[in-house]
């Protein structure tokens, strides 16, 4: 696979590991984290932004962890063209 940009979105840190492992595959990552006590989990592993709506554009490729109620959310972003790991069923 060619390099992708990834935006990783987190309620509370829980997809971590594979956006790290995502940059170690040399892929351009954005992290996310929603809950300010778990916002400096990846520090100096994956670059992080405070705003993920701001990088919506930016990414190829949107990836959710297990968060409830995102699901309406995801398929709209399919809609308008972007890759996204979630689907309104998740929920």
Known sequence: MS?????FVSWD?????I??????EGH???????????REIADGFVPKTDDWR?????ADVIVFDD???MGSLAEE?????KLV???KSFD
């Not at 840190?13 to 590991?17: M, N, R």
């Not at 351009?28 to 778990?38: F, R, T």
């Open 77 to 81: 972003l399919r809609r308008n063209g």
């Open 28 to 38: 351009e990552v954005k992290y996310y984290i929603q809950n300010p006590e778990e």
């Open 19 to 24: 956006a790290w492992q995502t940059v170690k």
């Open 3 to 7: 390099n992708k940009r990834f935006l």
């Open 13 to 17: 840190s829980l997809i971590g590991d």
């Open 54 to 58: 701001q990088e919506v554009d930016w």
């Open 85 to 87: 790991g979630s689907r």
């Open 67 to 69: 968060v409830l109620g």
